[in-house]
């Protein structure tokens, strides 16, 4: 077992491995998918005559487009990766779909074209394609690198350890950006630099795991294997009918992960609508990373002592507050409030939310549950992110969007109460 290898400050050479991969790909969430790009976009599509309310809307569809192509196939890409030998190849195949994609943004027409907007769009749904697809063997290969007694520690802390690492490359940018008049470069040309470092971040942390972490278990590979892949889903979903309280658990995951994350992909363009600074947008993104941290690995030491279910309706509710509080949202200080509200919650419910999930998996199923797993995290964000487009573009006002997934996550925390967190399948 991989916890039987010599440890460093408690975790083996495989659970770092793992964790560090969280601490690349977690450069794009936070400077792709909440702070850099979309400020970079909302102003090209401001230069290219676009309303607020319509190119917020159009980052969220956007949004909805790639997890849309990700949701459709993340059923067949796990069910094929429990193949032997295929898993890494999989996970290299999407990585580095989504490290192109980013490296593209650096190089992308200049804002003077009329469709630039429209052309960033393309690479951003293209870099969560990738991110996507790549993250459905990166959870599953979590049962890869420990067991399920030190699950909720190993997956908190490669959360921690996402919002701590990837404040490295962000702060650079920052140092930079708060002293751009002095700099012999523009704007423009630091946030096409910024889109290449987390390429590079993102490519330089991936090596550990690409060298340390193993397909622990397999299906040999047969004949046809892509029907037969078709055919495992099939029978996979026939065999949910067998496991109620995971089926249970995922229906309720599907709602309340909407809300949390349609919040992280849409946060700066929602802030943007509200007039708020980039400089001090980005400020308090930072913070927000730091208060993440120990906020995530709390979580995780605290799951052992009262139980990943309970914690999860710490996050919930959480969120619930979130929601009500951002109607009134109207200064900086109301988004900072916000913004640290969501740090204390939202790598915790995430994690606690995988490593729940993987010890309700049956053995030998992890790469096909965790592929349905992402299904419904994937559909899940179109019904967010949709649900906030058209209710901003409807109303005129972002807050009521975010204000609307108040429900989801009410929803959510009325389904996973029925759910047992031994797994048993009743």
């Known amino acids: ?38 400020l970079f976009y909302k102003a090209v599509a401001e230069g290219a005559g676009i309303a607020d309310a319509n190119s917020t809307a159009y980052l969220s569809y956007a949004n909805s487009i790639g997890t849309l192509l990700v949701g459709l196939m993340a059923p067949i890409l796990g069910s094929i990766a429990e ?25 992308s027409p200049s804002g003077s074209w009329t469709f630039a907007w429209l052309g960033l769009l393309v690479l951003y749904v293209l870099s969560n394609v990738g991110f996507s697809s790549s993250n459905i063997f990166y959870d599953a290969s979590l049962l890869d690198v420990t067991d399920k007694r030190r699950m909720s520690r190993v997956s908190s ?6 919002y701590i690492g990837s404040c490295i490359p962000f702060l650079v940018y920052m140092v930079f950006m708060l002293n751009i008049d002095s700099m012999p470069f523009s704007l423009d040309w630091l946030t096409r630099a910024a889109f290449v470092m987390t390429a590079v971040w993102w490519f330089v942390f991936t090596i550990p795991y690409w060298q340390n ?24 979903l026939k065999e949910m009918a067998q496991y109620k309280q995971l089926f249970v658990f995922l229906l309720a995951y599907f709602l309340y992960i909407d809300g949390v994350g349609t919040i992280i992909s849409m946060a700066t363009a929602v802030a943007t609508d509200l007039g708020i600074e980039a400089t001090v947008l980005i400020v308090v993104l930072l913070i927000v990373q730091i208060v ?126 029925g759910v047992k967190e031994d797994g048993t399948k009743g």
């Open 292 to 417: 993440a941290f120990p906020f995530t690995v709390l979580y995780g030491y605290l799951a052992k002592r009262f139980g990943d279910k309970l914690m999860i309706y710490v996050g919930i509710t959480t969120y619930i507050i979130i929601c009500i509080y951002a109607l009134s949202m109207e200064t900086a200080t109301d988004f900072f409030i916000l913004a640290c509200m969501v740090g204390t919650a939202q790598g915790g419910l995430q994690a606690l939310s995988r490593s729940m999930f993987g010890k309700l998996v049956p053995e030998g199923k992890s790469n096909e549950f965790f592929g349905i797993y992402n299904v419904f995290g994937k559909f899940s964000s179109i019904i967010g992110t949709t649900l906030l487009g058209i209710i901003t573009q409807w109303t005129g006002n972002s807050l009521n969007g975010v204000f609307a997934l108040i429900i989801l996550f009410l929803i959510g925390g009325v389904l996973l109460f």
């Open 213 to 236: 972490v193993k397909q622990k278990s397999w299906i040999q590979p047969t004949a046809h294997p892509i029907r037969d892949a078709f055919k495992r889903v099939a029978n996979t």
């Open 1 to 38: 077992m991989a916890t039987e290898s010599k440890k460093f400050l408690g975790y083996s050479k495989q659970e770092w491995s793992w964790v560090l991969q969280d601490t690349g790909n977690s450069a794009y969430s936070l400077m792709i998918t909440t702070t850099i790009f979309p």
């Open 83 to 107: 193949y032997k030998g295929f898993r890494k190849p999989m996970f290299t195949v999407g990585t580095l779909l989504g490290i192109a994609s980013v490296l593209m943004m650096g190089f």
């Open 157 to 162: 802390m490669g959360y921690g350890m996402g």
